[in-house]
């Protein structure tokens, strides 16, 4: 069916952001990683968001620093974001974890 194609288009269009990262224009430094990201997808977060667009120093430089979870969690959770879905083995503790903090 036409909505069937759309779904399945619309999976592997998102699959494929999270995948390339293409035209990134943020990055997420945790523990010694730097995790590119696109601001349009971290908005889904008000927390993420208020950041970007706010006078605050990520904003302007467009760096958010993540201390408190390790890089293969912020790796899962940017995977939620992007895709709606979580394929990698990362503990859902931590991502749950992650969401709450920043209110996804």
């Known amino acids: 069916t036409l909505c069937g194609q759309a779904a399945a288009f619309l999976e592997e269009s998102s699959r494929s952001l999270f995948a390339k ?4 224009d943020v990055t997420i430094r945790c523990e010694h990683h730097a ?3 696109n601001a349009c997808v971290l908005a889904t977060s008000p927390v993420f968001e208020k950041m970007l667009q706010s ?10 620093q993540v ?3 390790a890089a293969n969690v912020v790796e899962g959770f940017l995977e939620l974001l992007y895709t709606g ?3 990698s083995a990362v503990d859902w503790g931590d991502r749950l974890l992650m969401a709450d903090k920043y209110q996804v």
């Open 21 to 24: 990262r293409k035209f990134a």
């Open 35 to 37: 995790i590119d990201a």
């Open 55 to 64: 006078s605050m120093t990520e904003g302007s430089t467009r760096v958010i």
């Open 67 to 69: 201390d408190d979870f």
């Open 85 to 87: 879905t979580c394929t």
